[in-house]
């Protein structure tokens, strides 16, 4: 049982390039969440999925699309990468909703130069 | 949603008990409190959850009073290990949009 994996663990992009952080669980959660975390500051939801093909937005979507195609992955995907987008990615995935127990992926360390 | 006020920081010292309070005057019925722990450069990880009175298990306790306005995280013991950002979440499962306040960095000295 590996729990929630997230790749890359680092990547540096230039502006303007796009690309998709994997998220995946094996824990068979309906729940799944993408936040942001700027140094010093706690965690924004970015995105939300209470299960396969229903997503929802959070408090900071702008730049960012996700999918989910099945129970198991859920990507984020930026479109046009901006300086603003430099943070820490965490993927979390729960059983049912909120409130219940989130496990959390090791995240991905993202820079835009 | 409720919204939470926690301190920002606490220094203690290892073998201390370290209390963290957390207010949520307008805490709902259906609310339920939930706190976390993050080490640098990892992601967060649960701690408790609890609704009312006192929950215990292996790492911490959370006391919440009747009126459920506040609650308190008691760390046992502190070592060196439990200098961490701990997070206090209240809501109820269809709070999708909760999101993770800044914290408490609690910093244990030797």
């Known amino acids: 049982n590996a729990g929630v994996t997230q790749t890359p663990k680092f990547q540096v992009l230039k502006t303007g390039q796009s690309m998709t952080l994997q998220c995946a669980q094996d824990m068979n959660h309906e729940y799944m969440s993408w936040y942001r975390q700027d140094p010093g500051m706690g965690l924004r939801l970015i995105h939300y999925?209470?299960?396969?093909?229903?997503?929802d937005q959070g408090e900071v979507p702008n730049g960012y699309n996700v999918s989910r195609s099945t129970t198991e992955d859920f990507p984020l995907r930026l479109l046009s990468a901006a300086p603003s987008q430099t943070s820490v990615y965490f993927c979390?995935?729960?059983?049912?909703?909120?409130?219940?127990?989130?496990?959390f992926g090791p995240g991905t360390r993202l820079t835009v130069l | 949603l409720a919204k939470t006020t926690q301190p920002i920081s606490m220094d203690s010292y290892e073998g201390q008990e370290v209390n963290i309070t957390c207010s949520h005057n307008?805490?709902?019925?259906?609310?339920?409190i939930t706190w976390y722990q993050q080490f640098p450069s990892q992601g967060p990880r649960f701690i408790i959850q609890?609704?009312?009175t006192k929950v215990t298990n292996e790492v911490a306790s959370l006391f919440i009073p009747a009126d459920r306005k506040s609650s308190t995280l008691s760390l046992p013991r502190v070592s060196l290990s439990d200098t961490a950002v701990y997070y206090c979440?209240?809501?109820?499962?269809?709070?999708?949009?909760?999101?993770f306040g800044a914290g408490t960095t609690v910093t244990v000295r030797a």
């Open positions: 979440l209240v809501g109820r499962s269809n709070d999708y949009k909760l999101s």
């Open positions: 609890g609704y009312k």
């Open positions: 307008n805490i709902a019925t259906n609310d339920y």
């Open positions: 979390a995935s729960s059983y049912q909703g909120r409130t219940d127990t989130q496990y």
């Open positions: 999925s209470v299960g396969a093909g229903i997503t």
